[in-house]
């Protein structure tokens, strides 16, 4: 696609459930980052994927957030058993190549999923 | 740990106006910066990347600097107008392979 898709854009759900959240990258882009945005906070980087090698899981905030990207394109986030601290904008962007290291590329962000626990 | 801070957190401006958002962080040893414009309630837009070889980057109104000894970098947006009006993040890429963010700057351009 020309960008970045998310979905679900809002999910309303209650506390204990679980919840998945899509992320469809730019096609060609071999880097792969979620994010989480809090009221107030900045972006607190959860997870990132780079073409088949192992995910750095590094800012995975508990063992109830997984991910994974199927293919090396599309990623689902999938959240356990939801608790109110979980409520945030979840950001999934893409970039040709690691945006953090030397040369990165340039990063382009999906619009979010607004997650909210009852 | 990489610290990122943006200063102000909010400004508003009077159109027309030049102004210069700020950015800092701690540990010079960066591989890049960049900065991103946030619209309420929506993703971040990428406005200007600025590698570590570089001193800056022009993108129309915007221009961008990068001192990296001193840990500093600065937006300047030229003649703003109310479409400006947006929080403004910077981002550096060092040891890991995710950017590190700041919390932005809250930007109010009024007519």
């Known amino acids: 696609g020309a960008g970045v898709s998310q979905s679900p854009s809002n999910k309303v759900t209650e506390k204990g459930k679980d919840v998945e959240l899509r992320c469809d990258p730019i096609s060609g882009h071999t880097a792969l980052y979620w994010y989480r945005q809090s009221l107030g906070q900045g972006l607190e980087f959860l997870i990132y994927f780079q073409g088949n090698s192992a995910p750095d899981k590094s800012g995975l905030p508990s063992d109830r957030f997984s991910a994974e990207r199927t293919g090396g394109s599309v990623s689902t986030l999938t959240i356990q058993r939801t608790q109110q601290e979980d409520s945030a904008v979840y950001l999934c962007?893409?970039?040709?190549?690691?945006?953090?290291?030397?040369?990165?590329?340039?990063?382009?962000f999906g619009e979010g999923s607004r997650l909210t626990v009852l | 740990k990489q610290e990122v801070t943006q200063i102000p957190a909010a400004l508003s401006v009077p159109e027309g106006e030049n102004l210069v958002l700020n950015c800092s962080f701690t540990?010079?040893?960066?591989?890049?910066l960049q900065w991103f414009r946030q619209d309420p309630g929506k993703g971040l837009t990428s406005l200007l990347l600025i590698q570590s070889s570089q001193r800056e980057q022009t993108s129309g109104r915007l221009n961008a600097s990068l001192d990296k000894s001193s840990g500093r970098s600065t937006l300047y947006i030229a003649a703003s107008q109310p479409g400006d009006s947006a929080t403004y993040l910077c981002?550096?890429?060092?040891?890991?392979?995710?950017?590190?963010f700041g919390k932005g700057t809250s930007l109010l351009v009024t007519p």
């Open positions: 981002a550096v890429g060092d040891s890991g392979y995710a950017l590190n």
């Open positions: 540990d010079s040893a960066i591989y890049n």
């Open positions: 962007a893409s970039s040709l190549g690691p945006s953090g290291r030397a040369g990165g590329g340039e990063l382009f």
